[in-house]
T-cell receptor, first 110, second 114 residues
Framework: GDSVTQMEGPVTLSEEAFLTINCTYTATGYPSLFWYVQYPGEGLQLLLKATKADDKGSNKGFEATYRKETTSFHLEKGSVQVSDSAVYFCALPGAQKLVFGQGTRLTINP | DAGVIQSPRHEVTEMGQEVTLRCKPISGHNSLFWYRQTMMRGLELLIYFNNNVPIDDSGMPEDRFSAKMPNASFSTLKIQPSEPRDSAVYFC????????????FGNGTRLTVT
């Protein structure tokens, strides 16, 4: 069945560092791919998405490229801020329900 | 668009009491999902509905948990009797039936059972 695997956390970086959170997937066909972010005390919210191979989703300085060859959708940001501290989830729409990765907790220190 | 609305935001109750969590999905969204989130287990799907009909309740932990969706704009998750291990944040989410559409989450209900 469909599945998503994210890099293990937690991840701790200093402000202005480069961020990569790895995500790989297994799916039938070529579904859309999503990154969700959960800030402390809040629900998950859609950060960005890509709907087909080679698409690049971007939002708030974050980017992720849908790589069919490597079945990956890694999240990147060139210069992180303290306000980016949150939990990040990679996800894909399964047959009826969304399939989530286990989440990666990111902490940015000033 | 008001988003998915959950109530209450916080609930503190004693073991053995009944707890009811409420959710109003986004208008026009056909599917509704209940999740539970804890530090130990992460995000777990409990049950989901499509067009008010329960489709998959395999994630419901035990018979103490029940969920209903009497109409397209309202759902409840009930725990009776509650236990301390039910303490968690419970999220409701909804999505339309369009292919590849994302989920929209509410802000959750933080449940503490003492």
């Amino acid at each position: 069945g469909d599945s998503v695997t994210q890099m293990e956390g937690p991840v701790t970086l200093s402000e202005e560092a480069f961020l990569t959170i790895n995500c790989t997937y297994t799916a039938t066909g070529y579904p859309s791919l999503f990154w969700y972010v959960q800030y402390p005390g809040e629900g998950l919210q859609l950060l960005l998405k890509a709907t087909k191979a080679d698409d690049k989703g971007s939002n708030k300085g974050f980017e992720a490229t849908y790589r069919k060859e490597t079945t990956s959708f890694h999240l990147e940001k060139g210069s992180v801020q303290v306000s980016d501290s949150a939990v990040y989830f990679c996800a894909l729409p399964g047959a009826q329900k969304l399939v989530f990765g286990q989440g990666t907790r990111l902490t940015i220190n000033p | 668009d008001a988003g998915v609305i959950q109530s209450p935001r916080h609930e503190v109750t004693e073991m053995g009491q009944e707890v009811t969590l409420r959710c109003k999905p986004i208008s026009g969204h056909n599917s509704l999902f209940w999740y539970r989130q804890t530090m130990m287990r992460g995000l777990e799907l409990l049950i989901y509905f499509n067009n008010n009909v329960p489709i998959d309740d395999s994630g419901m932990p035990e018979d103490r948990f029940s969920a209903k969706m009497p109409n397209a704009s309202f759902s409840t998750l009930k725990i009776q009797p509650s236990e301390p291990r039910d303490s968690a944040v419970y999220f409701c989410a909804s999505r339309p039936d369009r292919k590849n559409s994302p989920l929209h989450f509410g802000n959750g209900t933080r449940l503490t059972v003492t």
